[in-house]
């Protein structure tokens, strides 16, 4: 067999290449939050065997299409909302049995509009925005990722990033997220925000945990690999010997080094 017609092997056997791009990578995933998504994935574990992809797909569009036909509209679902499908607050995104709420998210309400037509910027309000849905999808159980932000808007995980940091500096607080709540991913914003307010502010680190919705677990180990990170440095800044005497990764000592910078220049 010729080595150009071998094929990656994906859980769906989708993507014939030698690896799949990374935008297949980050945004393939995502079909799970949506119903086609979930019913696939259900007959792709439950019944393997029985079901080849191509069967299993006309037989998922059958039932999205009599579903569609026979589920009205959600009585208390208001023009300017979506029913989104979010990671559950008991689960985690890496999770093999990940579990998905269906939340209730205000993509724009009657205060979006007076605002802008008075005069305010986009930005604001696509922040204020960011902050309202993450919440809304935490009172309901569930946590937003960037990525789900960025498919509402269209715009990639970046912007959205920016935008949600952007608040946060802004109202001296972190959001609910994927990222904050359940340290997925390369979330800084957080980091800073706690380690500032019990390292500069003087803060007692049981208020702060409160005051950025953390768990004091989680908030004692920022401060402690903070603190180790710190201590290293003052006898070897060398990023080979801070990886060795603590045991963190590379990405994290270059988080909490970018930190303590920070901190010294405001010192």
């Known amino acids: ?11 769906e056997n989708e993507y014939p290449m030698f690896a799949p791009p990374q935008s297949y990578k980050h945004y393939n995933s995502a079909k799970k939050r949506l119903l086609h998504g979930a019913l696939e994935q259900f007959f792709g574990t439950e019944l393997p065997a ?34 989104w499908n979010a990671v559950s607050i ?9 579990k998905f709420v269906p939340v209730i998210l205000t993509l724009i309400d009657h205060d979006d509009i007076e605002d802008l037509a008075s005069g305010e910027k986009m930005t604001t309000i696509a922040q204020n925005a960011i902050a ?29 990033s920016s935008y949600r940091k952007s608040w946060e500096q802004k109202h001296d607080a972190v959001l609910p997220h994927i990222g904050s709540k359940q340290d ?40 402690k690999d903070y603190n180790r990170v710190k201590t290293c440095c003052l006898q070897n800044k060398e990023l ?20 303590i910078e920070k901190n010294e220049k405001k010192t």
Not at 3 to 11: A, F, N, P, R, Y
Not at 137 to 160: C, P, T, V
Not at 201 to 208: Q, S, T
């Open 90 to 98: 008991d689960t985690r995104p890496s999770d093999p049995n990940c």
């Open 1 to 11: 067999m010729s080595i150009l017609k071998k094929t990656v092997i994906t859980k």
């Open 184 to 223: 997925f991913g390369t979330c800084l914003t957080h980091k800073e925000i706690i380690i500032k307010k019990v390292v500069l502010d003087k803060k007692d680190p049981r208020i702060v945990a409160k005051e950025t919705n953390h768990s004091q677990r989680c908030v004692d180990r920022y401060l």
């Open 132 to 160: 309202r849905i993450s919440k809304e999808a935490e009172q309901q159980g569930a946590y937003l990722s960037m990525r789900d932000i960025g498919l509402f808007s269209w715009r990639q995980n970046s912007n959205i």
């Open 240 to 259: 080979w010997f801070i990886q060795n005497a603590t045991g963190l990764s590379k990405g994290l000592i270059l988080q909490y080094l970018r930190i």
């Open 50 to 83: 029985v079901f080849g992809p191509l069967l299993r797909k006309r037989i998922v569009d059958e039932i999205v299409d009599i579903v569609d036909k026979m589920t009205p509209q959600k009585d208390n679902l208001r023009p300017g909302q979506i029913v």
